[in-house]
């Protein structure tokens, strides 16, 4: 393999979607880095673009085409730019995008990651490749440059997804469920501990069923277990599945003082009619079961789930029980999604589904019930001290971090006045709190 000039030969990476395609963006940015080729945040400046995409819903798929097609006019001054798509997109449209647009260079879909290098040397060698493996192939390791803030990142412990909610697209780009092996993941997180990670994220389609494809039984408790011993501060876990969360699970949370006190368990609705019709194993009363013991079990827990409103077969009176649950529940943490009909999936094809508009204004009246809960439980910091890891500046100098109870770009943050630098844990005293995000002052 001829080693690229990096002063020839520049790339922009462009991440989009969520956390576990970061950490595909992340592993292509080592693949790259090794080969020799430098990176810049101007995609003007670039030889070749990358943009690693998501095509989970329409929205996400309408960034991406947007995100080509910004590159694509870049060559009004860089005639010579190369535009490349990997990720969701990719592995889900290969034909489509080789036809109607013609702006890009060269397609990787989600099997093939580990082919970045070669498809970028048969760019800019002048070919037009598209590569698009299994997407159940077993893992492979891969180093990563973590791309994350300061102190922070994320460790993924499984791939794919075999759950198969009638609305969902993922194990349709992403392939069966595999997990990683235990010695695999707990590499990599020593190797983020000695490099200063203070808050570790723990993804996968599902965390919840680790372990169960090849150790044919549920293994992410002892595995926390075993991250606990290592030099974190905080392990937060994204995202959990009802019906999986077991009692030695639930015990771990609760004994393990680095595992913060928040778990993300989306649960999308509360009426059995239509978890059913979504394929879910959980039920109305499942749920409603597992918070309260959860809550009961978990001293401070917050809660964090995501909410989908007018799927096919919801009437009023479906709706109206989500609405009544939020009200009882009281959810600290929620993200609600009108339903977006995905082609290839049961749920497009089912019958009874109300208007995009009605599915939107449902989703709205869930969010003005949301924001009462949340205001309230912002308010209830008021005189309190609290761990902060600092994120960054306002633009006027002051800090600014989030909580144990805020994961990155979802969850709300916490303004303080006093010094602190990025990736540092401080202690702050809150004083008020502003739309949502918490005033304070750096105590100490």
């Not at 069923?209 to 090849?214: A, E």
């Not at 019709?277 to 039920?283: E, I």
């Not at 800090?399 to 709300?412: A, L, T, V």
């Not at 630098?421 to 949502?436: A, L, Q, S, T």
Request: with cysteine; proline share 6%; charged share 30%.
């Amino acid at each position: 393999m001829n080693t690229p000039s990096p002063a020839r030969e520049k790339l922009a990476l462009i991440s989009l979607g969520c956390p576990k395609n970061l950490v595909n963006s992340e592993e292509m940015a080592a693949l790259l880095q090794s080969a020799g080729y430098a990176f810049t945040d101007d995609p003007a400046d670039a030889d070749a673009v990358i943009i690693n995409t998501c095509a989970f819903i329409d929205s996400a798929k309408s960034e991406a085409i947007d995100r080509i097609l910004e590159a694509a006019a870049l060559r009004e001054d860089n005639p010579s730019l190369k535009i490349i798509v990997t990720g969701c997109l990719a592995q889900r449209y290969s034909e489509e995008i080789r036809h109607e647009l013609p702006e890009v260079d060269g397609i990787l879909g989600t099997g093939s990651y580990s082919q970045v290098v070669s498809v970028v040397e048969s760019v800019l060698g002048g070919d037009k490749p598209t590569l698009c493996g299994p997407i159940s192939a077993p893992l492979q390791d891969s180093p990563r440059v973590v791309s994350t803030g300061p102190n922070w990142a994320y460790l993924r412990i499984a791939e794919g997804c075999d759950n198969f909610c009638a609305f969902c697209v993922i194990p349709y780009l992403r392939g069966r469920y595999r997990s990683r092996t235990k010695e695999s993941i707990l590499e990599e997180a020593r190797l983020l501990s000695l490099s200063g990670v203070k808050e570790l994220i723990i993804v996968a389609q599902d965390i919840t069923r680790y372990g169960t494809d090849i150790y044919h039984k549920h293994m992410l408790a002892p595995l926390l277990r075993e991250l606990c011993k290592m030099d974190f501060q905080w392990i937060r876990l994204h995202y959990l599945y009802p019906e999986e969360i077991d009692d030695e699970l639930i015990d771990t949370v609760a004994q393990e003082p680095k595992i913060v006190k928040y778990l993300d368990i989306p649960i999308q609705h509360i009426n059995d009619p239509i978890l059913r019709r979504m394929n879910r194993k959980s039920t109305g009363e499942l749920i409603r079961s597992l918070f309260s013991r959860l809550r009961e079990r978990i001293p401070g827990l917050v809660l964090r789930t995501s909410l989908i409103t007018g799927l096919p077969g919801e009437g009023e009176a479906e709706f109206e029980e989500l609405c009544s649950f939020l009200r009882e529940a009281r959810i600290e943490r929620a993200g609600v999604f009108p339903y977006s009909p995905e082609e290839g999936t049961p749920a497009a094809k089912m019958p009874d589904r109300c208007t995009t508009e009605e599915a939107e204004r449902r989703a709205a009246l869930c969010m003005e019930i949301q924001a009462e809960i949340m205001d309230d439980f912002a308010r209830s910091f008021i005189g309190r001290e609290i761990d902060v890891l600092t994120m960054g500046f306002e633009d006027d100098g002051t800090p600014w971090g989030r909580s144990e109870y805020d994961s990155p770009e979802i969850d709300s943050r916490v303004i303080f006045s006093g010094r602190a630098e990025p990736g540092e844990m401080v202690k702050v005293h809150i004083n008020d709190v502003d739309d949502g995000e918490l005033i304070g002052e750096r105590v100490g």
